[in-house]
């Protein structure tokens, strides 16, 4: 059984930064590609990071670029979203999810495994 675990959410005031940490439990680690969402409320689950199983290749949504760092430590089965320069636009649950036969993929029905979520909330 493959769980995920988010931790690191949190308030902070904007242009501040969090770093969120997810931690995969269950098959190998690094046969997966991992990747972030985030859900704001009413709203649908959208791609916010991914990364390749050795870390060689990175994605990330147009709203992130320059201020998201996605990064894993496979000895350490963790996926980190490093976010600076945050926004009130940024709030939101953050997910990470785990994807077993893809290619830095950035659709939700694309990933296999999810996390609980954590919430990540930025004050004007």
């Known amino acids: 059984q493959v769980q995920l675990v988010e931790s690191g959410g949190g308030l902070m005031q904007a242009g501040g930064s969090l770093r969120l940490s997810c931690v995969v439990s269950?098959?190998?680690?690094?046969?997966?590609?991992m990747g972030w969402f985030r859900q704001a409320p009413g709203k649908e689950r959208v791609f916010v990071a991914a990364?390749?199983?050795?870390?060689?290749?990175?994605s990330y949504a147009d709203s992130v670029k320059g201020r998201f760092t996605i990064s894993r430590d496979n000895a350490k089965n963790t996926v980190y979203l490093q976010m600076n320069s945050l926004k009130p636009e940024d709030t939101a649950v953050y997910y990470c999810?785990?994807?077993?036969?893809?290619?830095?993929?950035?659709?939700?029905?694309?990933?296999?495994?999810w996390g609980q979520g954590t919430q990540v909330t930025v004050s004007s």
């Open positions: 269950g098959r190998t680690f690094s046969s997966y590609v």
């Open positions: 999810a785990a994807d077993v036969y893809g290619a830095l993929p950035t659709k939700p029905d694309e990933y296999d495994y």
């Open positions: 990364i390749s199983r050795r870390s060689a290749s990175t």
